[in-house]
């Protein structure tokens, strides 16, 4: 191979110029003997195949250094990945947050017609304790080490057993059985919802369950949703050990006909069982509650006079979840007001009866809990009603009743809540300003029309640490004492995104106090704030809220996002 001449270099130079035009026009134009001139066209044929030679050896050459150039590169990123803070994380940190990011790993076992067409990547999704095993040998041996993240099963079932193919399943989802092994002896947390046949034969119930019910031992968080079939019915099919709800400690049966019935199963067997939650139908207290004297949490629909005898049955509870009104009134007249001086967190959900339903039927003049640290006003979806709201009554009805529930109970609330209540800002405001310790607020929004809802600009200029509102003339800041401020699904297409950050830089005081003047004003320093809008894009609010970025910076966790575009 000749040398280059400038840099003496191994460098290709082509014996043969190649002039195509000019062989050409020889192919064309010239003919007779005097054209044949085969030693010349030999010579050039010659070099022209020493020239491919040479360019083989060039062309395999820059391969090689192709090839050699692309295993540097692979060896440089993973060398940068030594690099990488993560790796400083020591593997406790690591596990603590695999624990965080497993909730619960999904199994959803349907008909192939009804498998979606990305089921593959979906199913993998569904199941995070395979996705995070399945990502370094250093992540796989962590969760390996941890049976609590393999232990979190949510089985929907949706198919005939006769029709289940354990082959063509087997592609789409990952043995069950594998998570039942690498979830060893830990406690299990277990939701199964039923919607088809589960039994491969009568009083047989199918293997893939069967595989979930032999470990009936282990569970310790179990929810139920069957509509057809009663949870005692599965437990009485062959092969099924007895049941011993050992470590049980929290129970969810929310299907539509639940009854008394549904909870003979855990009578005697679920000595542990501290949390019960029933379905909005269950028609009062079940009459096997007293077994469960040591329940700490409740949820169900209540009638009136159970809300009176329901201390007595269950004297340790400390939780609740009731609807706003009673069912079966029929002993309206009784001023009697219920008292618990262990009770401490109490969720009422507002709708699911007519709109001209009687005060009387209101559970918050039987109340007085005074030692209550956590309140949550929430919508639950009325019957016939989709949106989840009232449409004809929009407004919260029974504002009255419940202030004089917080002003007879005389609560040091730590932490409120309104989720998809309307109420006006002036009533919000007022709750507040009954609630001087309050320390963690949530306002959600979410299917509520701006024209209904209580974050407004009078409404955040209330809560401005220590200037005056046309909703709070006096002086002193309300709810001094808040360190997480959580303003969600705010419907306005517009808003003054200006008074939202000076209300938030007002109550940014690491050193607890503010100076007005000549006065100091103490407020607790607000930790978390958080500001969602759901007709919004992120160009309506221009860099307002990058003036909050310091402050950020400094400590205080600040989201604000724009999750729609306004007029959408």
Not at 519 to 530: G, I
Not at 540 to 554: N, Q, T
Request: glycine fraction near 2%.
């Amino acid at each position: 191979m000749p040398l280059c001449s400038s840099c003496g270099r191994n460098t290709f130079i082509p014996r043969v110029a190649v002039d195509l035009p000019r062989l050409h026009d020889r192919l064309r134009n010239e003919a007779g003997p005097a054209s044949v001139q085969p030693d010349e066209v030999t010579s050039v044929l010659e070099n022209i195949q020493r020239d491919l030679e040479d360019y083989e050896s060039e062309i395999y050459r820059l391969e090689r250094l192709r090839q050699e150039k692309e295993r540097l590169e692979q060896y440089a990123t993973r060398l940068r990945s030594l690099l990488s803070p993560f790796r400083k994380v020591p593997d406790e940190i690591l596990r603590r947050i695999f624990d965080d990011c497993c909730d619960m790993n999904s199994f959803r076992v349907v008909h192939p017609r009804n498998w979606l067409p990305v089921h593959t990547s979906q199913a993998l999704r569904s199941k995070p304790a395979l996705v995070i095993s399945s990502v370094c040998s250093r992540w796989r041996r962590n969760a390996l080490s941890m049976p609590v993240i393999w232990s979190r099963i949510s089985l929907y079932w949706d198919i005939q057993a006769a029709e289940y193919c354990k082959d063509e399943h087997a592609e789409m989802f990952f043995p069950l059985s594998n998570f039942l092994d690498r979830s060893q002896q830990c406690p299990m947390t277990v939701n199964l919802e039923i919607d088809d046949y589960p039994f491969s034969t009568p009083g047989v119930l199918h293997p893939l369950l069967e595989q979930l019910f032999v470990q009936i031992v282990r569970w310790q968080d179990f929810s139920f949703d069957c509509m057809e079939y009663s949870f005692q019915k599965l437990l009485d099919c062959d092969r099924i050990p007895s049941a011993a709800f050992l470590v049980l400690s929290k129970l969810c049966i929310t299907d539509y006909y639940v009854d008394d019935n549904d909870l003979v199963p855990f009578l005697d067997t679920a000595p542990n069982l501290q949390s019960l939650r029933l379905g909005d139908v269950f028609d009062g207290v079940p009459r096997v509650l007293k077994n469960y004297s040591q329940l700490s949490h409740l949820d169900f629909c209540p009638r009136w006079t159970d809300i009176q005898n329901l201390f007595e049955i269950c004297p340790n509870l400390s939780s609740l979840r009731i609807t706003e009104l009673l069912r079966d009134c029929n002993a309206v007249g009784s001023t009697m007001i219920i008292c618990s001086s262990r009770f401490e967190t109490l969720a009422v959900r507002h709708g699911g009866w007519p709109s001209n339903s009687s005060a009387d039927r209101l559970v918050f003049p039987l109340l007085n809990l005074p030692s209550l640290k956590t309140l949550h006003l929430e919508t639950c979806k009325p019957e016939g009603n989709v949106k989840g709201r009232d449409e004809r009554t929009p407004e919260w009805w029974y504002f009255k009743p419940f202030m004089a529930f917080v002003q007879r109970s005389s609560f040091q609330l730590t932490t409120f809540s309104v989720q998809q209540i309307s109420i006006c800002d002036a009533n919000l405001v007022h709750i507040l300003v009954h609630l001087p310790t309050l320390q963690y607020l949530t306002v959600d929004n979410d299917d509520i029309p701006q024209e209904y809802s209580p974050i407004s600009l009078d409404f955040i200029e209330s809560l401005h640490s220590y200037r005056f509102s046309s909703l709070r003339p006096q002086a002193g800041s309300i709810i001094p004492r808040l360190r997480s401020l959580r303003l969600l699904n705010v419907a306005a297409a517009t808003f003054n995104d200006l008074s939202v950050v000076e209300m938030v830089q007002s109550r940014w005081s690491p050193t607890g106090l503010h100076k007005v003047g000549t006065s100091a004003l103490e407020v607790d320093c607000l930790r978390v704030f958080t500001m969602t809008f759901r007709n919004r894009s992120e160009a309506d609010a221009g860099a307002v809220y990058s003036s909050l970025a310091p402050i950020e910076r400094d400590g205080m966790m600040i989201v604000v996002q724009m999750l729609g575009q306004a007029g959408q």
